[in-house]
């Protein structure tokens, strides 16, 4: 008897499953499909909309064709324009080189980095600097500080040096150490990651936003190194803290 009722909702289960697949697979395939671009893994990032799961996957095609990382940065309003590649040695290098200066709202200070990294970057930005700067300061942002992207050398570790390089030795990585407000005061991370209610709660969410964007984000929490800036980079593995 319990076998029986087993089998039953095991072919229950199965059926809605395969009826499941079948819609999604009917929904991606189908021209002029109701699915929305950001919903179809078929189609191309769509940077001005919520990052969903499908992001990461999508955002590996945009980096790693050049035009398309051009053309989502231009969706976004960034302000950059394009370099030649600088290579150094087979370690050190830039490719896909861009210099941006706007990200979708706020400046930078003049950032040489992959067009990739200036993607995430101005992504995150867009979908989590300037809403949660509103939501929890009420000010929005106007000038991100970065300390550098492009840097050839190996990863530091709080043990001491260590002998593989470092993303920012291709420019895959990017220092941000604070935030210039719309009213001119500035909150950075060293100051104000322990800082007013409302700072604490914009540092951890934005921090927490880089975790959907990059594949690396470190923050003081991680360890003392990243004391007084948030590391994100686009290296091979994920990392969140
Ligand atoms: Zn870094």
């Not at 929904?27 to 940077?47: E, G, H, Q, S, Y």
């Not at 500080?145 to 570790?157: A, K, L």
């Not at 210039?180 to 800082?195: A, F, Y």
Request: glycine share 6%; proline share 5%.
């Amino acid at each position: 008897m319990v076998s029986r009722i087993f089998i039953r909702t095991s072919a229950i289960l199965l059926s809605v499953l395969v009826g499941f697949t079948v819609l999604i697979s009917s929904l991606i395939f189908i021209p002029n499909t109701p699915l929305p671009d950001a919903w179809n893994p078929r189609k191309p990032l769509t940077p001005l909309t919520a990052p969903n799961f499908l992001t990461p996957y999508k955002m590996r095609f945009a980096i790693n064709d050049f035009g398309a990382c051009q053309r989502a940065l231009t969706q976004l309003g960034a302000n950059f324009i394009v370099l030649p590649d600088k290579v150094v040695s087979d370690q050190c290098h830039i490719r896909d080189q861009v210099q941006i200066k706007n990200l979708s709202h706020a400046r930078v200070s003049a950032l040489k980095t992959t067009c990739g990294m200036a993607l995430r970057l101005t992504m995150w930005e867009y979908h989590h600097v300037q809403p949660t700067a509103k939501a929890t300061i009420g000010k929005l942002v106007n000038k991100i500080d970065q300390i550098g992207s492009y840097n050839c050398r190996e990863i530091r570790s709080a043990n001491g040096p260590t002998d593989r390089m470092s993303e920012h030795a291709t420019a895959n990585a990017v220092d941000i150490s604070g935030f210039q407000l719309s009213t001119g005061e500035r909150i950075s991370v060293l100051k104000n990651w322990n800082g007013t209610a409302d700072e604490r709660q914009f540092m951890r969410r934005v921090r927490d936003g880089g975790c959907g964007l990059f594949r690396i984000t470190l923050s003081p929490e991680y360890n003392d190194l990243h004391a007084d800036h948030f590391h994100f980079d686009q290296g091979r593995w994920s990392s969140c803290n």
